[in-house]
């Protein structure tokens, strides 16, 4: 089992890690990632279909959709071997069911919890 808590605020980008008060700025395409991979935890998305929906309607190599997975592994914190973002072979990209209901995506209208107002307040001063 993962020891991960997350609150998720997709209007700014920003994913914290609650467990270790640290913050990660998601560029769009990670965040439109995060976001597919999480309506259908466990569902495995083919790359075609991810290439077409989260850069639409940019043609793209697989190799952006190589780097934006690296990129979110690396903010959400996984690890090899990969167990929260899932790669396979030939197939496509899946996210651990796990660690979707460990993720809490906070509304714009809600304030911010007081741990998280800094950064907060620093990301939206770069918007």
């Known amino acids: 089992m993962h020891s991960f808590?997350?609150?998720l605020y997709p209007e700014f980008g920003l994913l914290v890690n609650e467990r270790n008060g640290t913050a990660?700025?998601?560029g769009g395409y990670e965040l439109k990632l995060l976001m597919k991979l999480m309506e259908n935890p466990g569902k495995v998305f083919t790359r075609?279909?991810?290439l077409a929906v989260i850069w639409q309607p940019k043609i793209v190599t697989q190799g952006c959709l190589s780097k934006?997975?690296?990129?979110?592994r690396f903010?959400?914190?996984?690890?090899?071997?990969?167990?929260?973002?899932k790669t396979y072979h030939r197939q496509g990209v899946s996210m651990s069911?796990?660690?979707?209901?460990?993720?809490?995506?906070?509304?714009?209208?809600?304030?911010?919890?007081p741990a998280h107002r800094a950064m907060f307040e620093s990301c939206t001063a770069k918007n």
Do not use: Q
Request: with cysteine; aromatic share 8%.
């Open 5 to 7: 808590k997350y609150s």
């Open 75 to 85: 903010a959400i914190g996984d690890e090899r071997p990969w167990s929260i973002i």
């Open 97 to 113: 069911a796990e660690i979707v209901s460990c993720i809490n995506i906070v509304n714009s209208r809600t304030l911010p919890a």
């Open 48 to 50: 075609d279909f991810l």
């Open 68 to 72: 934006t997975v690296h990129s979110l």
């Open 24 to 26: 990660s700025r998601l």
